[in-house]
């Protein structure tokens, strides 16, 4: 009852919000001429469009004048012949959720968010899940397409994209059991793990009215100015919870065997082709490897992609994992490329092209997969968000400047999980296009950045990309702070992209670079600088009990820095880097990294065999013995680990565990000495015999430049990063408030 409240009243609330906003005027004027919403600005209100549009388009036009058209990457940018259309390239923004789909006077800025891609090269986007009926909902009131009125709000999208020659489909997506809503229904009435309602069983009415709904949403999309669109059949959505029986335990004609439970999938694709003809592209995400109890084999997954082939489609695209699976499956742990082979089997037996998904961010890689005929396009979605020109880059060999994803799911699937706006950690700007924008400034000024870690070259780069003439003062021999730390941490490996990004970003830009610097507040006053960004970061808080200045008392900075550390280890403090840490120190010395793929899937229990016979495609894990025994805990009596990341946490929980890392809660520290770590556990004090003691317990913030308040001086300071606030190191916040205040300036 009171979900079906909050839907109703969040309804009411949107469209008090829109009466009152710029888009009825525009929404009129887009359902009259097909137009963008830059366009409208421009006829509407000169005056913003020249302050904001027209300078956005100088500051965010990428650099192709001049540069050389490579050929290294050639697979990568051939273009895609589909008979009655072309697509310009091999490379596919996958969908991803950002949240503004949900809401149609958020559509402004989805069409900047998908118009920059575009405008950056990429040759087919694809849109976040849009549902084909109510009971479909990811969320109450999320965003559908059902009636002719949901036209304008999309026509937006289609225009921002193909007026850069890009194309566009829109994914159809019905969440079955997964929708956070009362109205969910699905294949048989079997409880999701991840979602907090019970769904009901679709009745055959249902499901021939779903087939129905899905046909109209299809020829509305076409109308709208869509290319085509994905139905969306992987990662444990409705048409997933149907081909696989996992979920499906039906006994009519849409379950059983494989045949009768693709039935509902292939009826869908027929419908939507009889509905907007030939000349209109149909995609179909497959699951490729369930990863769950009672999964398709790969028999099975081939029999339902010649089926769809046969039905209709045009395109294959490829999924790996339910969400619910407890394999992890795009986390930065898991090694690039990590599941092309599935996809290069399937694409045996298949004529239609075939699309690779899943852990490929870098063009090297792209290339590869392409070149070796694994696949015929490559798809990204993250990867996209950290970088809107990954393709023109690439294209351009302009490779070294590429802001690499690195699979954190931090500020992306993270906040798509707690119903927060999609962006990205190491590109603030992505689906806040209209919002962050980095003007040319009229009035450079002489600012100084004292501190390299990700917040100081985040500052740096934007306010030097803006104009301003910028000093990075950094006390250590390189740049990076504590990504440098993070990096070396196993399946963190792609954090040496971020700091190569911002290296070359500080050459590109003109910062001015000052190594090996310990500057002082009189040097900053002397040299005349306008604004001085503090970006000093953070120190390891230290222990405070008997005997904690032992030597066998080390910070995780010393311990990841190479301190030796002993066979038994307790590991105080866990949150994230105690969790790090812990990893760290149960890999032994010699490990390559990154961990090669055929030994991820042997820990994981992935099984190898392209062609798998095993259910779901996993088999039993094979575990290394740790090198060490370690404890891990805190003072705090919450299970261990509650604090990371809503996607990749129960990862990190897994891989300790297995790892038979002990996790110790409600411990009180008591005293160092020469035979362990003396703690209090419910009340009784104990003997830890430990070599090692790692202290991760928090960080104190360095902000001794900064003036106290009402202090004089001659320059404007400013305060981000972990000296601003250390109780928790987050990199996402660390590299936003740089970047704010930078275009701000």
Same mark, same amino acid.
């Given at each position: 009852?009171?979900?079906?409240?909050?839907?109703?009243?969040?309804?009411?609330?949107?469209?008090?919000?829109?009466?009152?906003?710029?888009?009825?005027?525009?929404?009129?004027?887009?359902?009259?001429?097909?137009?963008?919403?830059?366009?409208?600005?421009?006829?509407?209100?000169?005056?913003?469009?020249?302050?904001?549009?027209?300078?956005?388009?100088?500051?965010?036009?990428?650099?192709?004048?001049?540069?050389?058209?490579?050929?290294?990457?050639?697979?990568?940018? +051939? #273009?895609?012949?589909?008979?009655?259309?072309?697509? %310009?390239?091999?490379?596919? /923004?996958?969908?991803?959720?950002?949240?503004?789909?949900?809401?149609?006077?958020?559509?402004?800025?989805?069409?900047?968010?998908?118009?920059?891609?575009?405008?950056?090269?990429?040759?087919?986007?694809?849109?976040?899940?849009?549902?084909?009926?109510?009971?479909?909902?990811?969320?109450?009131?999320?965003?559908? /397409?059902?009636?002719?009125?949901?036209?304008?709000?999309?026509?937006?999208?289609?225009?921002?994209?193909?007026?850069?020659?890009?194309?566009?489909?829109?994914?159809?997506?019905?969440?079955? $059991?997964?929708?956070?809503?009362?109205?969910? /229904?699905?294949?048989?009435?079997?409880?999701?793990?991840?979602?907090?309602?019970?769904?009901?069983?679709?009745?055959?009415?249902?499901?021939?009215?779903?087939?129905?709904?899905?046909?109209? *949403?299809?020829?509305?999309?076409?109308?709208?100015?869509?290319?085509?669109?994905?139905? /969306?059949?992987?990662?444990?959505?409705?048409?997933?919870?149907?081909?696989?029986?996992?979920?499906?335990?039906?006994?009519? $004609?849409?379950?059983?065997?494989?045949?009768?439970?693709?039935?509902?999938s292939i009826e869908i694709v027929k419908a939507i082709r009889e509905r907007v003809g030939e000349k209109f592209i149909i995609c179909f995400r497959l699951s490729l490897l369930d990863l769950v109890h009672n999964g398709n084999t790969m028999d099975e997954v081939i029999i339902v992609a010649q089926a769809l082939e046969k039905a209709g489609?045009?395109?294959?695209?490829?999924?790996?994992?339910?969400?619910?699976?407890?394999?992890?499956?795009?986390?930065?742990?898991?090694?690039?490329?990590?599941?092309?082979?599935?996809?290069?089997?399937?694409?045996?037996?298949?004529?239609?092209?075939?699309?690779?998904?899943?852990?490929?961010?870098?063009?090297?890689?792209? =290339?590869?997969?392409?070149?070796?005929?694994?696949?015929?396009?490559?798809?990204?979605?993250?990867?996209?968000?950290?970088?809107?020109?990954?393709?023109?880059?690439?294209a351009t060999n302009r490779v070294d400047e590429i802001n690499t994803c690195i699979a954190c799911n931090q500020a992306c699937l993270d906040h798509t999980f707690k119903n927060q706006r999609a962006t990205c950690l190491v590109n603030p700007r992505a689906a806040y296009e209209t919002e962050l924008v980095y003007l040319k400034t009229k009035k450079p000024k002489k600012v100084a950045v004292v501190g390299g870690g990700v917040a100081g070259m985040s500052a740096a780069t934007v306010a030097a990309s803006c104009g301003h003439q910028v000093t990075l003062f950094e006390a250590a021999q390189d740049v990076g702070g504590?990504?440098?730390?993070?990096?070396?941490?196993?399946? %963190?490996?792609?954090?040496?992209?971020?700091?190569?990004?911002?290296?070359?970003?500080?050459?590109?830009?003109?910062?001015?670079?000052?190594?090996?610097? &310990?500057?002082?507040?009189?040097?900053?006053?002397?040299?005349?600088?306008?604004?001085?960004?503090?970006?000093?970061?953070?120190? #390891?808080?230290?222990?405070?009990?008997?005997?904690?200045?032992? #030597?066998?008392?080390?910070?995780?900075?010393?311990?990841?820095?190479?301190?030796?550390?002993?066979?038994?280890?307790?590991?105080?403090?866990?949150?994230?880097?105690?969790?790090?840490?812990? =990893?760290?120190?149960?890999?032994? =010395?010699?490990?390559?990294? #990154?961990?090669?793929?055929?030994?991820?899937?042997?820990?994981?229990?992935?099984?190898?065999?392209?062609?798998?016979?095993?259910?779901?495609?996993?088999?039993?894990?094979?575990?290394?013995?740790?090198?060490?025994?370690?404890?891990?805990?805190?003072?705090? *009596?919450?299970?261990?680990?509650?604090?990371?990341?809503?996607?990749?946490?129960?990862?990190?929980?897994?891989?300790? %565990?297995?790892?038979?890392?002990?996790?110790?809660?409600?411990?009180?520290?008591?005293?160092?000495?020469?035979?362990?770590?003396?703690?209090?556990?419910?009340?009784?004090?104990?003997?830890?015999?430990?070599?090692?003691?790692?202290?991760?317990?928090?960080?104190?913030?360095? +902000?001794?430049?900064?003036?106290?308040?009402? =202090?004089?001086?001659?320059?404007?300071?400013?305060?981000?990063?972990?000296?601003?606030?250390?109780?928790?190191?987050?990199? &996402?916040?660390?590299?936003?408030?740089?970047?704010?205040?930078?275009?701000?300036?």
């Amino acid at each position: 009852m009171l979900t079906f409240i909050y839907c109703c009243s969040s309804i009411v609330v949107s469209i008090l919000v829109i009466l009152n906003n710029d888009f009825v005027r525009f929404y009129r004027f887009a359902t009259k001429i097909d137009t963008s919403y830059e366009e409208y600005i421009k006829k509407s209100h000169p005056k913003i469009y020249k302050t904001r549009y027209s300078s956005m388009q100088q500051v965010a036009k990428p650099n192709i004048k001049g540069s050389v058209m490579t050929t290294r990457y050639a697979n990568i940018l +051939k #273009p895609l012949h589909l008979g009655f259309t072309t697509i %310009k390239n091999r490379v596919v /923004m996958g969908s991803m959720h950002t949240g503004l789909e949900d809401r149609f006077y958020n559509y402004p800025k989805l069409a900047a968010y998908f118009g920059e891609r575009a405008k950056g090269g990429v040759g087919l986007i694809i849109t976040g899940g849009i549902s084909p009926n109510r009971q479909g909902w990811l969320l109450p009131a999320g965003g559908t /397409m059902n009636t002719l009125g949901d036209v304008a709000p999309h026509r937006l999208v289609t225009h921002a994209v193909h007026k850069h020659g890009a194309k566009i489909l829109m994914q159809i997506l019905h969440a079955g $059991r997964y929708g956070y809503q009362p109205f969910v /229904m699905s294949s048989s009435p079997i409880k999701s793990p991840i979602s907090p309602f019970k769904p009901r069983q679709m009745s055959d009415k249902q499901i021939l009215d779903t087939i129905d709904d899905y046909a109209k *949403t299809a020829s509305i999309a076409k109308k709208a100015g869509y290319d085509g669109v994905e139905i /969306m059949g992987s990662e444990g959505y409705l048409l997933n919870q149907f081909l696989s029986s996992h979920v499906n335990q039906r006994q009519d $004609r849409w379950g059983g065997d494989i045949h009768n439970r693709m039935r509902f999938s292939i009826e869908i694709v027929k419908a939507i082709r009889e509905r907007v003809g030939e000349k209109f592209i149909i995609c179909f995400r497959l699951s490729l490897l369930d990863l769950v109890h009672n999964g398709n084999t790969m028999d099975e997954v081939i029999i339902v992609a010649q089926a769809l082939e046969k039905a209709g489609i045009t395109l294959l695209n490829t999924g790996i994992g339910w969400h619910e699976a407890r394999i992890p499956t795009i986390v930065t742990s898991v090694p690039r490329a990590a599941f092309v082979d599935y996809t290069a089997e399937v694409k045996k037996h298949v004529s239609v092209p075939v699309i690779a998904s899943n852990r490929i961010n870098m063009p090297d890689t792209a =290339e590869e997969i392409l070149a070796s005929g694994k696949a015929d396009m490559v798809q990204m979605a993250r990867p996209l968000l950290a970088d809107a020109f990954w393709v023109n880059k690439t294209a351009t060999n302009r490779v070294d400047e590429i802001n690499t994803c690195i699979a954190c799911n931090q500020a992306c699937l993270d906040h798509t999980f707690k119903n927060q706006r999609a962006t990205c950690l190491v590109n603030p700007r992505a689906a806040y296009e209209t919002e962050l924008v980095y003007l040319k400034t009229k009035k450079p000024k002489k600012v100084a950045v004292v501190g390299g870690g990700v917040a100081g070259m985040s500052a740096a780069t934007v306010a030097a990309s803006c104009g301003h003439q910028v000093t990075l003062f950094e006390a250590a021999q390189d740049v990076g702070g504590q990504f440098n730390l993070a990096k070396v941490v196993p399946g %963190k490996e792609e954090f040496h992209e971020t700091i190569r990004y911002f290296k070359v970003q500080i050459e590109k830009t003109g910062v001015e670079l000052r190594l090996n610097t &310990k500057v002082n507040r009189e040097q900053l006053e002397r040299e005349g600088y306008d604004d001085v960004i503090i970006a000093t970061g953070v120190i #390891p808080r230290g222990l405070k009990i008997e005997g904690a200045d032992a #030597p066998q008392v080390l910070s995780y900075a010393e311990v990841l820095r190479g301190a030796p550390v002993g066979n038994n280890v307790a590991v105080i403090g866990a949150g994230g880097i105690g969790f790090d840490v812990s =990893e760290f120190l149960l890999k032994p =010395e010699h490990q390559p990294q #990154p961990q090669p793929l055929e030994d991820w899937k042997r820990e994981w229990g992935v099984d190898q065999n392209p062609h798998y016979t095993t259910e779901g495609g996993f088999v039993p894990a094979e575990v290394e013995a740790p090198v060490r025994q370690i404890y891990l805990m805190q003072r705090k *009596t919450t299970a261990l680990g509650v604090g990371l990341g809503k996607t990749s946490g129960w990862v990190h929980r897994a891989q300790l %565990k297995k790892h038979a890392v002990k996790m110790m809660r409600g411990v009180q520290y008591k005293a160092v000495t020469n035979e362990g770590l003396w703690v209090e556990m419910n009340g009784h004090d104990q003997l830890l015999r430990v070599d090692t003691i790692v202290v991760c317990a928090g960080q104190e913030s360095v +902000k001794d430049l900064m003036p106290a308040e009402g =202090e004089k001086t001659l320059a404007n300071y400013h305060i981000i990063g972990g000296a601003k606030l250390a109780a928790e190191l987050d990199a &996402k916040r660390a590299i936003r408030e740089g970047a704010e205040l930078a275009a701000k300036l």
